[in-house]
């Protein structure tokens, strides 16, 4: 997962998000059922891809297909990356890489 600098400033690249995971508290006793590590590499994946065709615009469904990611889990990746900044969603509800500036 994506988040803001330390500063609440946007992300700028994403050069500035490699290399730092996010980590997350669970209760006491809550075991995490997620494979975390599997997570993060669709959700670099994902950013890649998208980083590699600057004019890919997707619905959840044909990401989903595209990138082989369970419909729900690609839908809440796609809106996290949203809110990171990395992608927009169109009002087609459609994602595609977010240009600089916008």
Known sequence: MLR???TGAPISSLNDVKGHPLTMS?????????????????????????????GLVLSVKQASRFLGVDPAACARILE???????????????????????
């Open 26 to 54: 669970l209760p006491p006793g809550v075991l995490e059922r997620r494979d975390v590590a599997r997570r993060e590499a669709i959700v670099r994946r994902i950013v890649a891809e998208f980083q590699d065709m600057p």
């Open 80 to 102: 996290e990356l949203t809110h990171a900044g990395v992608l927009r969603r169109g009002a087609d509800q459609c994602y595609g890489r977010r240009e600089a500036g916008h």
């Open 4 to 6: 803001p600098k330390s």
